[in-house]
């Protein structure tokens, strides 16, 4: 019901901006971005409300940005200022209620995944 994408290769200091549409009757509340590393487990990147109210984890504060575009059931994760660090595999999520929670327990409907690598 979720397909990611817009991943690819790019250059540290560079950007990227991944896409998730949402098919269905219903666009979930709450929708969020997770990544996981080779070896990592999968870490919260932020959520989006059905309102447009936004969270971030730590380290994407400031140079992440989620938009949701209730019209299109589509959200958006713009990623600048990219590093090496960032290379994971990236996911949306989505958990039809509203929830605070940011595991990825939290989120039962998940796209399959578009893998972000970032070169120095």
């Known amino acids: 019901q979720l397909q990611a994408s817009g991943g690819g290769l790019v250059q540290a200091g560079g950007s990227l901006r991944l896409s998730c549409a949402a098919s269905g009757r219903t666009f979930p509340n709450t929708m969020g971005w997770f990544r996981q590393a080779p070896g990592q487990e999968r870490d919260f990147v932020g959520r989006?409300?059905?309102?447009?109210?936004?969270y971030y984890a730590g380290f994407a504060k400031g140079r992440f940005t989620i938009s949701r575009d209730n019209a299109r059931n589509s959200i958006f994760l713009q990623m600048n200022s990219l590093e090496p660090e960032d290379t994971a595999v990236y996911y949306c999520?989505?958990?039809?209620?509203?929830?605070?929670?940011?595991?990825?327990?939290?989120?039962?409907?998940w796209g399959q995944g578009t893998l972000v690598t970032v070169s120095s």
């Open positions: 989006v409300f059905h309102t447009g109210s936004t």
């Open positions: 999520a989505g958990n039809r209620e509203i929830t605070f929670d940011r595991t990825a327990r939290a989120f039962n409907i």
